[in-house]
């Protein structure tokens, strides 16, 4: 979200004449993008901004910028010169529904005045503004903005305010726009998009009129709230042979009473259902989803019947978190009462559970062959590639003939709990098989 949300930034300042360097010792504005989700994100925002003090004291002229939810959330203590000791650096902040004034507010900046823009709004959804992607393969397109579900955790509602969503016409001639352009495949985004409705279009129809404009272009989207995932977005997935066959489903806990004081609105025999759903729908579907461990008042219990859960459904993919008590939201007025140490063996136990399941998972694709949309070369080695497949799985290749944005048929060789390692069957270009 983070990252279409830059994009639509630098859209915006883009068309003000600024340009995107990557050397910091030659910006003029350096804008952090930030996230309130968890403490940790804001600590290591904080520990950023430490960073360029150094680069203000050698140019003082230089703007610094905060944008996005700790923007929304913290407004003028990030201004205020005891926060952190980086008060004195920072010149705007701007929120999530305001990047529109950052032209403005950078260039009173130049003239000395500090910038704060941090109202929500109830229409904002940046429908008109092209983004800026400095990636010629993937697109991010939001398709709506804010939640409306207060999970009692998330300050998501908070920071970024209420459910909006983009026109269906817009969506759809940004998709036709990528397409012109090249782009191998867009996710659409949002915090809930099951619930995204535009006149008589849901999210439904939506991906199913993404999916018509180009046969070649992978379709995937992120995230759906359980409560809302419907039938006919599931048999639309399912249809459609160009949308991606990966569902990311957050379950947060296993235990029925955490779930409810975390309001959710299902409960566990919900979610399994919509799992077997989703896999006699398409028995080769992989799924991801989100756990927190630790929320107030959980129970060692409470933790199994997570960890039990996790074994009935064999995600695909996990991503863990300890409950970070976040000021505003419902569960902060609760005791924080699981004790570090406890949290930390509790995720250590997800995550190793996790891994073994998905080293086992990956394990049974030995021998089979995918087709991988090439993204760029390995981190680890610059003789190698590396892609995903429909289901969202990371393959390594040898280096070959064939190019970033290019589709290739790889046979799997061996794997391990985050990786899959191939050799190259065919090369077909810009083909989705
Ligand atoms: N809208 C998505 C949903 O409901 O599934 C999730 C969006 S949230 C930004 C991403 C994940 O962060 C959540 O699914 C949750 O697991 C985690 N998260 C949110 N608030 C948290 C908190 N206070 N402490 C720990 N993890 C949190
Ligand atoms: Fe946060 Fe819940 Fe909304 Fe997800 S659905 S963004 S967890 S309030």
Redesign the pocket.
């Known amino acids: ?1 983070n990252l279409a949300d830059s994009e639509i930034i630098l859209g915006l300042l883009d068309k003000k004449g600024y340009d995107l360097t990557d050397d910091m010792s030659t910006a003029d504005v350096i804008l952090v993008n930030t ?1 309130s ?2 403490e940790h994100a804001e600590q290591r925002v904080y520990s950023r901004l430490g960073e360029f003090k150094s680069v203000k004291r050698k140019k003082p002229e230089i703007i610094v910028g905060v944008l996005g939810c700790m923007a929304e959330r913290l407004r003028s203590n990030l201004t205020d010169k005891k926060a952190q000791g980086v008060g004195q650096i920072v010149d705007v902040i701007v929120g999530p529904d305001e990047y529109r004034k950052l032209p403005t507010l950078l260039s009173q900046s130049w003239h000395g005045e500090k910038g704060i823009a941090v109202q929500l709004s109830r229409v904002e959804t940046y429908d008109d503004v092209a983004p800026l992607r400095t990636n010629g393969i993937s697109a991010w397109i939001s398709v709506m903005r804010g ?1 409306d ?1 207060f ?1 009692s ?4 509602p908070l920071t970024r305010g209420r459910e909006r969503n983009r026109s269906f016409t817009t969506i759809i001639h940004e998709v036709e726009t990528l397409s012109e352009r090249g782009f191998k495949e867009v996710t659409l985004l949002g ?2 998009v099951n619930s995204y409705q535009n006149g008589n279009h849901d999210f439904a129809d939506l991906m199913k009129a993404v999916s018509k404009v180009d046969s070649s272009m992978r379709i995937r989207f992120t ?3 359980p409560q809302d995932m419907s039938d006919k977005l599931i048999q639309t997935i399912a249809e459609r042979e160009n949308i991606c066959k990966y569902v ?3 379950v ?1 806990s296993g235990a029925d009473r955490i779930l409810q004081l975390m309001d ?1 609105n299902y409960n566990r025999a919900h979610y399994l259902n919509l799992i077997q759903k989703l896999r006699s729908a398409m028995p080769t579907v992989t799924l991801s989803t ?3 461990t630790g929320f107030p008042s959980e129970t060692k219990e409470e933790h199994q019947q997570t960890l039990d859960l996790m074994e009935q459904v064999r995600f695909d993919g996990a ?1 863990t ?6 000021e505003n ?1 419902p ?1 902060f007025r609760m005791k924080d009462d699981v004790p570090e140490d406890i949290k930390t063996k509790r995720i250590n136990e997800i995550i190793e559970l996790q891994n073994v399941i998905a080293s086992e998972k990956n394990a049974q694709h030995v021998g089979q062959t995918f087709t991988i949309l090439i993204e760029g070369e390995s981190k680890k080695s610059s003789d190698e590639m590396h892609g995903r497949t429909d289901g969202n799985k990371m393959v390594i290749v040898p280096c070959g003939s064939y190019n970033v944005g290019d589709f290739i048929d790889v046979t799997i060789t061996r794997t391990n709990s985050a990786t899959l390692f191939g050799t190259v069957q065919q090369h077909l270009t810009a083909e989705v098989a």
């Open positions: 979200m996230c989700v968890r939640c579900k999970c955790f998330c300050v998501v915090q809930n995230t759906s709230h990311h489903l957050p947060q959710r989100d756990i927190i991503f978190f300890k409950y970070s008590p976040r939201t569960s």
